[in-house]
């Protein structure tokens, strides 16, 4: 069992930027693929970045592409999301997700572990 916790919302201007935390439970950490999603108010919920077990490999949503940067500190248990340029339309929960695959490309959404979420609110 992996318990997620993010940290690092809250509300930026536009062309802002933000770093979301994202710890996790447990001495496995190492062994999971992690990920970043979003869900804006009345939307559905959209993978943004993911990550492999080493950091190694990463991909991302067009839409976040250039802006974000998702990275991993195992020693930590942490993963990171590095959002820049920040616009209007980023404002959403931010997730983080953990699945005992080695990565899972953008387009998969089947991950074993979810955190419960943190507010990202980009004014204009």
């Known amino acids: 069992q992996v318990q997620l916790v993010e940290s690092g919302g809250g509300l930026v201007q536009a062309g802002g930027s933000l770093r979301l935390t994202c710890v996790a439970s447990?001495?496995?950490?190492?062994?999971?693929?992690m990920a970043w999603f979003r869900q804006p108010p009345g939307k559905e919920r959209e993978n943004v970045a993911a990550?492999?077990?080493?950091?190694?490999?990463?991909t991302y949503a067009d839409s976040v592409k250039g802006r974000f940067t998702i990275s991993r500190d195992n020693a930590k248990n942490t993963v990171y999301l590095q959002m820049n340029s920040l616009k209007p339309e980023d404002t959403a929960v931010y997730y983080c997700?953990?699945?005992?695959?080695?990565?899972?490309?953008?387009?998969?959404?089947?991950?074993?572990?979810w955190g419960q979420g943190t507010q990202v609110t980009v004014s204009s």
């Open positions: 997700a953990a699945d005992k695959d080695w990565f899972r490309p953008i387009q998969n959404y089947e991950y074993d572990y």
């Open positions: 447990g001495r496995t950490f190492s062994t999971y693929a």
């Open positions: 990550i492999s077990r080493s950091g190694g490999t990463t």
